[in-house]
């Protein structure tokens, strides 16, 4: 997005937004996660302007809040006073401006108790207007969406249907990063230690497989392209990937059934059977956005697991109760990459300012923290 010229940026920034718009208006779920990805980008971008531009601001959403004077914010003094108090501020001062608002209008304010309650209003300090912006903000593209979605399925999807529809369709579940098709000197594992990579390397949803095929010798279709393709990502021959599946799922199909049913699919996604296409490993995206069903071991954990069995698997990774929590959080609010990506800072003890968006991705990111870490062989 970056450009010298100012109102190309803006104009690009715009543009995107309503593509966006129109990306993200057509299911409750994409409703909610564009819904909570604007707000916070608007949320921070209010943040950095000084007091007259957010007033500026509040003035456009024409919210009708008039600030409270005279004898009635002196009548209030001595409360908001304790408000303050109780935040733990540094030095704990009054503000010089408060607003009136009801208080179901900050219901964010409200919940952390930043804000002095009465008679249903609440009181709302000139260093909190982004609250009051932001509810504003949420409700006016909910509505938009809405109104976007009703025109894009009575009139535009079947208007667009060659040129934009495919488009708008696959843009929510594209991936643009690196496909992690080709192994690089960060991954490279070879079947004798397999096992001691998974544990130390591998992120929760691959970890999880590795563990069910090694536990039940079998694993669903799902399953198998999930851990197959990732395994092929990292580096596992495709002699050594016929060698694992094969001594797991043998002990429950016996060797006939495993060449026969089997051994082909593993053959067809290293690109050697079929149309011969060299298959990639699976984004989060993909994977987060997969159903597995019952007896289905694929999908992201984050997601997928419930909430006792996402907190004793992350505890078996070591992660410490604090962590556990800041993870917890991520998830609840429905963003599973970056509870994965906590759960990668805690596990590494370093920062992934990237995030997580591949477990291709997080198994290369840990070979190099801990390759760094291995003092190197003597000579
Ligand atoms: Fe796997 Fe991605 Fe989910 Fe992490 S966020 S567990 S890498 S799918």
Same mark, same amino acid.
């Given at each position: 997005?970056?450009?010298?010229?100012?109102?190309?940026?803006?104009?690009?920034?715009?543009?995107?937004?309503?593509?966006? &718009?129109?990306?993200?208006?057509?299911?409750?779920?994409?409703? !909610?996660?564009?819904?909570?990805?604007?707000?916070?980008?608007?949320?921070?971008?209010?943040?950095?302007?000084?007091f007259e531009a957010q007033r500026a601001?509040?003035?456009?959403? +024409?919210?009708?809040?008039?600030?409270?004077?005279?004898?009635?914010?002196?009548?209030?003094?001595?409360?908001?006073?304790?408000?303050?108090?109780?935040?733990? $501020?540094?030095?704990?001062?009054?503000?010089?401006?408060?607003? !009136?608002?009801?208080?179901?209008?900050?219901?964010?304010?409200?919940?952390?108790?930043?804000?002095?309650?009465?008679?249903? =209003?609440?009181?709302?300090?000139?260093?909190?207007?982004?609250?009051?912006?932001? /509810?504003?903000?949420?409700?006016?593209?909910? *509505?938009?969406?809405?109104?976007?979605?009703? !025109?894009? /399925?009575? /009139?535009?999807?079947?208007?667009?249907?060659?040129?934009?529809?495919?488009?708008?369709?696959?843009?929510?579940?594209?991936?643009?990063?690196?496909?992690?098709? $080709?192994?690089?000197?960060?991954?490279?594992?070879?079947?004798?230690?397999?096992? $001691?990579?998974?544990?130390?390397?591998?992120?929760l949803c691959m970890r999880h497989l590795?563990?069910?095929?090694?536990?039940?010798?079998?694993? !669903?279709?799902?399953?198998?392209?999930?851990?197959?393709?990732?395994?092929?990502?990292?580096?596992?021959?495709?002699?050594?990937?016929?060698?694992?599946? &094969?001594?797991?799922?043998?002990?429950?199909?016996?060797?006939?059934? #495993?060449?026969?049913?089997?051994?082909?699919?593993?053959?067809?996604?290293?690109? *050697?059977? +079929?149309? &011969?296409?060299? =298959?990639?490993?699976?984004?989060?995206?993909?994977?987060?956005?997969?159903?597995?069903?019952?007896?289905?071991?694929?999908?992201?954990?984050?997601?997928?697991?419930?909430?006792?069995?996402?907190?004793?698997?992350?505890?078996?990774? +070591?992660?410490?109760?604090?962590?556990?929590?800041?993870?917890?959080?991520?998830?609840?609010? *429905?963003?599973?990459?970056?509870?994965? /990506?906590?759960?990668?800072?805690?596990?590494?003890?370093?920062?992934?300012?990237?995030?997580?968006?591949?477990?291709?991705?997080? #198994?290369?990111?840990?070979?190099?923290?801990?390759?760094?870490?291995?003092?190197?062989?003597?000579?």
């Amino acid at each position: 997005m970056r450009d010298p010229d100012g109102s190309v940026m803006l104009n690009k920034d715009i543009i995107s937004h309503f593509v966006l &718009r129109l990306v993200y208006c057509r299911s409750d779920e994409l409703k !909610k996660w564009f819904l909570s990805m604007e707000t916070a980008l608007f949320r921070h971008r209010f943040r950095l302007q000084n007091f007259e531009a957010q007033r500026a601001i509040v003035g456009e959403f +024409g919210l009708p809040y008039k600030a409270v004077t005279g004898a009635e914010l002196e009548g209030l003094k001595e409360r908001l006073g304790q408000v303050v108090r109780s935040l733990g $501020q540094i030095s704990p001062t009054v503000e010089a401006v408060y607003y !009136k608002v009801p208080f179901e209008e900050v219901p964010d304010l409200v919940a952390s108790r930043r804000v002095l309650i009465q008679k249903g =209003y609440a009181f709302v300090a000139g260093s909190q207007l982004v609250s009051l912006v932001v /509810t504003q903000f949420r409700s006016h593209i909910s *509505k938009a969406l809405i109104l976007t979605n009703r !025109k894009w /399925t009575t /009139t535009i999807r079947e208007r667009e249907k060659d040129r934009l529809t495919p488009v708008v369709e696959a843009l929510s579940t594209s991936y643009l990063g690196p496909d992690y098709s $080709q192994s690089t000197e960060y991954a490279e594992i070879s079947l004798k230690d397999i096992d $001691q990579v998974a544990k130390s390397c591998f992120p929760l949803c691959m970890r999880h497989l590795f563990e069910k095929v090694r536990e039940d010798h079998h694993l !669903k279709h799902g399953g198998r392209m999930q851990l197959g393709l990732f395994l092929k990502g990292v580096g596992l021959k495709l002699d050594d990937a016929l060698a694992f599946w &094969r001594a797991e799922f043998t002990k429950k199909v016996g060797s006939e059934r #495993f060449d026969k049913e089997y051994a082909y699919a593993i053959r067809h996604n290293y690109g *050697k059977e +079929g149309k &011969r296409t060299d =298959y990639t490993p699976y984004a989060c995206q993909k994977i987060i956005s997969s159903a597995p069903g019952a007896g289905d071991h694929h999908g992201c954990p984050y997601r997928h697991f419930s909430e006792d069995n996402l907190r004793a698997a992350l505890g078996r990774m +070591g992660l410490s109760s604090r962590a556990m929590e800041d993870v917890m959080d991520k998830v609840r609010n *429905k963003h599973y990459q970056l509870a994965c /990506t906590f759960t990668f800072e805690a596990v590494y003890g370093t920062s992934c300012d990237a995030g997580i968006n591949h477990p291709n991705q997080y #198994f290369e990111e840990s070979q190099k923290i801990l390759k760094s870490k291995t003092p190197p062989a003597p000579v």
